[in-house]
């Protein structure tokens, strides 16, 4: 699906759902999560993106998990989807990644419609919490070589963990909860 089709789903499934919506995109480290959920915000009036490293715990995030626990779904969910879904204010606070903890407190977006896109967000625990879902269809391998080719040009040195944590992460993850199988759309070479 191309970028112009996209923003028109996802803007008529806001119109029709008569509340504020929330778009989940997910998909293998590398697969284009984040490139796509800026697009549809740069293409989409009143949309906020929530970017999905700001619900990372770095210490679990590096560690072998069949879940992605690193992920932290409950707080995402509590502070930010569910309150803004039921138009009650909240607040949230990002991961802070230079101070290495949670920053202060912020309210959650008034707009109409929030994206976030994570790793690990096609979970049992979350699924529910989104109007639309959106898997970034880019097989394993390539999204890893392109993971550590933009890593390696940001000059960050994470070879081990591609190889030894997060690709194991994804394919356990992949085992256990069929993420791809939970999206609405299908998004090929994202």
């Given at each position: 699906?191309?970028l112009?089709?996209?923003?028109t789903?996802?803007?008529?499934?806001?119109?029709v759902?008569?509340?504020?919506?929330?778009?989940?995109?997910?998909?293998?480290?590398?697969?284009?999560?984040?490139?796509?959920?800026?697009?549809?915000?740069?293409?989409?009036?009143?949309t906020?993106?929530?970017?999905?490293?700001?619900?990372l715990?770095p210490?679990?995030?590096?560690?072998?998990?069949?879940?992605?626990?690193?992920?932290?779904?409950?707080?995402?969910?509590d502070?930010?989807?569910?309150?803004?879904?039921e138009?009650?204010p909240?607040?949230?606070?990002r991961?802070d990644w230079?101070a290495?903890?949670?920053?202060?407190?912020?309210?959650?977006?008034?707009?109409?419609?929030?994206?976030?896109?994570?790793?690990?967000?096609?979970?049992?625990?979350?699924?529910?919490?989104?109007?639309?879902?959106i898997?970034?269809?880019?097989?394993?391998?390539?999204?890893?070589l392109?993971?550590?080719?933009?890593?390696?040009e940001?000059?960050?040195d994470?070879?081990?963990?591609?190889n030894?944590?997060?690709v194991?992460?994804e394919?356990?993850?992949?085992?256990?909860f069929?993420?791809?199988?939970?999206a609405?759309?299908?998004?090929?070479?994202?």
């Amino acid at each position: 699906m191309e970028l112009a089709k996209l923003t028109t789903l996802v803007s008529s499934r806001s119109t029709v759902a008569g509340h504020p919506i929330t778009v989940g995109i997910s998909g293998y480290g590398g697969s284009g999560k984040s490139t796509v959920a800026r697009a549809l915000t740069a293409h989409l009036a009143d949309t906020v993106r929530i970017r999905g490293d700001d619900f990372l715990d770095p210490a679990r995030s590096h560690r072998r998990s069949a879940d992605w626990n690193g992920v932290e779904r409950t707080r995402l969910r509590d502070e930010v989807l569910a309150p803004f879904r039921e138009g009650r204010p909240s607040t949230f606070r990002r991961f802070d990644w230079a101070a290495k903890a949670l920053g202060a407190p912020e309210p959650v977006p008034s707009c109409s419609i929030i994206v976030v896109d994570l790793i690990g967000l096609f979970h049992p625990s979350l699924i529910d919490a989104f109007d639309l879902t959106i898997w970034c269809d880019v097989d394993l391998d390539t999204a890893q070589l392109r993971g550590m080719r933009r890593d390696a040009e940001l000059g960050r040195d994470h070879e081990q963990l591609w190889n030894e944590v997060w690709v194991p992460n994804e394919r356990d993850f992949d085992n256990h909860f069929s993420p791809r199988e939970r999206a609405e759309i299908l998004l090929p070479n994202a």
